[in-house]
C-alpha cells in the first residue's frame, strides 16, 4: 500500500512537472508572439486601400486589407521581422520590426500610387504618364500628409515656400501666388481643372475664392501640358483638387471632421465632410466655416485686416463602368478688411464683401476601354464684389456672370504616343460695374482649340502642345475718354506651343529643355480702367490700345537621384514683346490723392535659376534645402521690372518616420534692391520656424495633427511684393494648430 502511494506521488509529481513545463512554453510563446495590426491608406488623399497583400517576409504569414484599410496579421514568433505591402495599383512597401516590446503593434501605412517619385514631394498629374512629372520644378503635388503641414490661411500661403513661388499681397486675405517673378491670370488658379471665377489676377486687394482647407491636393503645374487649360506657357497653373462632384463610388462611408487654429490673428476654422455611396450615386457635401481677427506683428496689431469666411458644397453623381455624370453646387461668402491709416490710403481702411455661387456639371465617359475617354465639364459662376468705406458707402461693386465649359478626348498607355489630350473650350463672361468705378460695363468671349502629345523613345521623352485662341472683348459702352483715349470692340487671335525634351542619362540622372511661345490677352481692366481704386491705392489708367502679350521661354534642367541624395538644377530665360505691366508713374491724381499707375506694353526679360536638394544625414535624419532667384528688365533699358521678388529660399533639417514629423527651418530672402522708379527696396530677412505632425489611429478614424510655430524669434520682416509693407511687416510668431479626423 505504501509503494502504491509513494509510486502514485511520483507520478503526480511528474505530472505537475509536465504540466508546469507546458504552462511555461505557453506563456513563453505567447509572449514571444506577436500581433501586427492597422490601417492601409493612399499617401494622395488618405482614402483606405482595400485588398492590398501582406506579408511576414519569409514565414509564409499572410493577410489582406478590408473595405475600410484596416488589417491583422500575426503571430510572428521572431525578434527581428520584415512585413511587404503589396498592391496592384500602389507602390510596394517594405516595413522592418527590431525587438518590439508590444504584442500588438499598431500602424498607420501609406502606399503611393504607382507613378515614378523622384523628388520628396509627389510629383504626379492625377492620370499622367509625363516623364516630366517626375521633376519638381515642373510639378509640384502637395498631398495628404505634406499639404495638411503647411495649410495656411490662403493658397498663396500655403504655397509660399515651394521653390520658385512668392506671394503678392495687400494684407493676410488678399494673397496671390506668384512663379519666377509673374503674377497676375499668367498664374492661373483652377478647381478640379475649371478656371476659379474672382478678380484675385486684376488688382492686390482682391482675394483668392478658394479654401485652402478643403483642398485633397493642390498641384502647381507647368510644361506643355498647362497649354490644355491656358495659353500662357511661361507662367503656370495652381489647381486646387477638391472632387466637388464625385467620379467614383466609394466602398463605404467616408468622413472628416477638421479644426485649425493660429495665435497670430486668433484664427479659428471648422469643417465637417463626408462622402456617402448608395449605388450606383455617390453623394458628397463640405461645409468650412473660418473666422480671424486682426494681424499681430513684432510692431503692433494691423488694424482692419481681420476677415469672416463661409464655404459650402454639395455633389451627387451616377457612376458606373461606362463613366460617370454629375452636379454640384458651391456657395462661397468672404468678408475681409483691406488696412488704411497712411498716405496713399483710405484714412480708415476699406471692408470688402465677396459673394460667389457656382454650379457645374461634369461627365467622363470610357470609350471602348478605359484607355480612351471622353471628359464634358461645364460650369456657371455668380460673383459678386463690393468695397465699402468706413462710413458704409459703397466705393466700388463688380458682378461677373461667367458660363464656361470643356469638352476633351482623352487617350493613354499607347507604345509610342504615351498620352493624348484634345479638346475645345469656352468662356462667356459677363462683367458689370457699380460705386465709384469708371471701367465700362463689358461682356468677353473665348474660344480655344487644344492638343497635347507625350512620345516616349527610349531613353527619350518628348512633350508637344499646341493651344489656339480667338478672344472678343465688347464693351457695352463704346465711346471716347479723354482720359485713355477710344473705348471700343476689340479682338484677340493668339497661338502658343511648348515642347519639352527630356534624356534619360542613366538611372539616377536626366536631363532636359523647354522651349515655348506664350501669349495672354490683355484683361479688362488693363485696357479701360480710368479711375480710383481706394482699395488699392492707387488710381488706374488703363491702354485700350494694348495688343496681346507674347513671348519665348526657355528652359534647362538637371535631376540627380543618388542613394542619399536628390537634387535637381533649373534655369529659365522670358523674352517678352507687350508685356503687359501697370506702373507708379510718379504722378498724384489730387482729387483723390491717390498715385497714379498706368498700364502699358514694354519690351522685357524675366531669367533666372532654381535649385533643391535633399541629404539623408543619418536613419530618418534629413537635410533639405531650395533655393530661387528670378531677374526682370526692361529689354530697352535694362532697368529692373516692378514687383520681382528678391532671391529667396528654404533651409530644413527634420526627423521622419511613418507616423511622426519634427523639423526645424530657416525661412530667408536677400535684400532687393532692384527695384523699378518709385518703387521702394526691401531689406533681406532669415527667420526660423518650427513644425511637427503625428498621425494615428482610433479605431477606424484616422488621426492627422499639426503643431507649427512660425517665426520662432518674433522677427520683423517685411515681403517685397506687400502693397502695405511701407507701414507694417509681416506677421510676428505664430502658433499654428490643424487637426483632423478621417474615417
Known amino acids: 500500500m505504501k509503494f502504491f502511494l509513494k509510486l502514485n506521488c511520483v507520478k503526480n509529481r511528474h505530472f505537475l512537472l509536465a504540466?508546469?513545463?507546458l504552462l511555461n512554453n505557453s506563456l513563453f510563446s505567447q509572449s514571444d508572439s506577436i500581433f501586427i495590426s492597422g490601417r492601409i491608406l493612399n499617401a494622395e488623399n488618405s482614402e483606405p486601400i482595400a485588398n492590398a497583400a501582406i506579408e511576414v517576409v519569409g514565414k509564409k504569414i499572410y493577410s489582406t486589407s478590408k473595405n475600410d484599410g484596416t488589417f491583422r496579421i500575426?503571430?510572428?514568433?521572431?525578434?527581428?521581422?520584415r512585413i511587404k505591402i503589396t498592391h496592384l495599383a500602389f507602390q510596394e512597401k517594405l516595413i522592418d520590426f527590431k525587438s518590439p516590446k508590444e504584442d500588438e503593434l499598431k500602424i498607420v501605412v501609406y502606399l503611393f500610387p504607382k507613378t515614378i517619385n523622384l523628388s520628396p514631394v509627389i510629383v504626379s498629374d492625377r492620370k499622367s504618364t509625363e516623364l516630366v512629372d517626375q521633376f519638381q520644378q515642373y510639378n509640384t503635388k502637395l498631398s495628404s500628409k505634406e499639404l495638411h503641414q503647411k495649410l495656411g490661411q490662403t493658397i498663396a500661403a500655403t504655397l509660399k515656400n515651394e521653390t520658385?513661388?512668392?506671394?503678392?499681397?495687400?494684407?493676410?486675405?488678399?494673397?496671390?501666388?506668384?512663379?519666377?517673378?509673374l503674377g497676375q491670370d499668367r498664374v492661373m488658379i483652377t478647381e478640379d481643372g475649371m478656371k476659379s471665377i474672382d478678380l484675385s489676377a486684376t488688382s492686390p486687394d482682391h482675394a483668392v475664392t478658394i479654401e485652402p482647407f478643403s483642398?485633397?491636393?493642390?498641384?502647381?503645374?507647368?510644361?506643355?501640358?498647362?497649354?490644355?487649360?491656358?495659353?500662357?506657357?511661361?507662367?503656370?497653373?495652381?489647381n486646387v483638387v477638391n472632387e466637388e462632384i464625385p467620379d467614383q463610388v466609394h466602398n463605404q462611408l467616408h468622413f472628416l471632421l477638421g479644426g485649425y487654429y493660429e495665435t497670430a490673428n486668433k484664427g479659428l476654422l471648422g469643417t465637417i465632410k463626408s462622402e456617402i455611396p448608395i449605388r450606383p450615386f455617390e453623394i458628397k457635401f463640405d461645409l468650412n466655416r473660418r473666422q480671424t481677427s486682426d494681424l499681430h506683428t513684432p510692431v503692433?496689431?494691423?488694424?482692419?485686416?481681420?476677415?469672416?469666411?463661409?464655404?459650402?458644397?454639395?455633389?451627387l453623381s451616377f457612376v458606373k463602368d461606362l463613366g460617370f455624370i454629375g452636379s454640384g453646387f458651391k456657395t462661397y461668402e468672404l468678408n475681409y478688411g483691406i488696412p488704411g491709416g497712411f498716405i496713399g490710403a483710405h484714412p480708415f481702411g476699406v471692408n470688402i464683401d465677396i459673394k460667389k455661387r457656382q454650379f457645374g456639371v461634369s461627365s467622363k465617359i470610357n470609350l471602348n476601354d478605359f484607355d480612351n475617354s471622353l471628359l464634358f465639364d461645364f460650369r456657371n459662376n455668380y460673383y459678386r464684389h463690393k468695397e465699402f468705406e468706413h462710413s458704409g458707402l459703397i466705393g466700388s461693386e463688380f458682378r461677373?456672370?461667367?458660363?464656361?465649359?470643356?469638352?476633351?478626348?482623352?487617350h493613354q498607355n499607347g507604345d509610342l504616343l504615351k498620352e493624348l489630350e484634345a479638346g475645345v473650350s469656352f468662356e462667356i463672361r459677363d462683367f458689370d460695374i457699380g460705386g465709384y468705378v469708371f471701367t465700362p460695363p463689358?461682356?468677353?468671349?473665348?474660344?480655344?482649340?487644344f492638343i497635347y502629345n507625350d512620345f516616349h523613345l527610349g531613353r527619350i521623352n518628348l512633350d508637344a502642345a499646341l493651344r489656339m485662341s480667338y478672344d472678343v472683348v465688347d464693351p457695352k459702352v463704346k465711346?471716347?475718354?479723354?482720359?485713355?483715349?477710344?473705348?471700343?470692340?476689340?479682338?484677340?487671335?493668339?497661338?502658343?506651343?511648348s515642347v519639352s525634351f527630356i534624356y534619360k542619362v542613366s538611372d539616377i540622372v536626366f536631363v532636359g529643355s523647354n522651349i515655348s511661345r506664350s501669349t495672354r490677352v490683355p484683361t479688362i481692366e488693363e485696357l479701360f480702367s480710368e479711375g480710383p481704386h481706394l482699395a488699392a491705392y492707387s488710381y488706374e489708367v488703363g491702354n485700350p490700345y494694348l495688343n496681346s502679350e507674347r513671348g519665348w521661354g526657355l528652359e534647362f534642367f538637371v535631376y540627380h537621384k543618388f542613394e542619399k541624395l536628390d537634387f535637381n538644377l533649373n534655369a529659365f530665360y522670358n523674352y517678352l514683346n507687350s508685356y503687359i505691366i501697370p506702373r507708379n508713374t510718379g504722378k498724384v491724381n489730387y482729387q483723390t490723392f491717390l498715385p497714379i499707375y498706368a498700364t502699358s506694353g514694354v519690351n522685357a526679360a524675366i531669367y533666372g535659376f532654381e535649385g533643391s536638394a535633399k541629404i539623408k544625414l543619418i536613419d530618418k535624419f534629413y537635410f533639405q534645402t531650395s533655393f530661387s532667384q528670378a531677374i526682370g528688365e526692361f529689354r530697352d533699358t535694362k532697368k529692373p521690372l516692378p514687383q520681382i521678388p528678391p532671391v529667396k529660399g528654404l533651409n530644413q533639417i527634420f526627423y521622419e518616420s511613418e507616423k511622426f514629423i519634427a523639423g526645424i527651418s530657416n525661412e530667408w530672402a536677400l535684400r532687393q534692391n532692384r527695384v523699378d522708379e518709385f518703387e521702394e527696396p526691401t531689406a533681406g530677412y532669415a527667420i526660423l520656424n518650427f513644425y511637427s505632425q503625428y498621425i494615428f489611429t482610433l479605431g477606424k478614424f484616422v488621426s492627422n495633427v499639426s503643431l507649427n510655430i512660425d517665426n520662432l524669434l518674433n522677427q520683423e520682416y517685411r515681403n517685397h511684393l506687400s502693397r502695405i509693407k511701407s507701414i507694417y511687416p509681416e506677421s510676428g510668431r505664430n502658433l499654428r494648430l490643424i487637426f483632423k479626423l478621417m474615417m
Open 215 to 238: 483642398a485633397e491636393r493642390i498641384e502647381v503645374l507647368r510644361g506643355p501640358k498647362i497649354l490644355t487649360q491656358t495659353s500662357t506657357t511661361i507662367g503656370g497653373i495652381v
Open 479 to 497: 465711346k471716347v475718354s479723354r482720359r485713355i483715349g477710344e473705348i471700343n470692340h476689340r479682338e484677340f487671335f493668339n497661338i502658343s506651343a
Open 19 to 21: 504540466i508546469l513545463l
Open 400 to 410: 461677373i456672370i461667367t458660363n464656361s465649359g470643356r469638352l476633351v478626348y482623352s
Open 164 to 181: 520658385g513661388v512668392a506671394v503678392r499681397s495687400m494684407g493676410p486675405a488678399p494673397s496671390r501666388p506668384v512663379f519666377r517673378g
Open 74 to 81: 500575426g503571430p510572428v514568433n521572431s525578434e527581428n521581422f
Open 442 to 449: 463689358t461682356k468677353s468671349y473665348n474660344l480655344s482649340a
Open 300 to 315: 503692433g496689431i494691423l488694424k482692419n485686416s481681420s476677415s469672416k469666411n463661409f464655404t459650402g458644397s454639395f455633389g
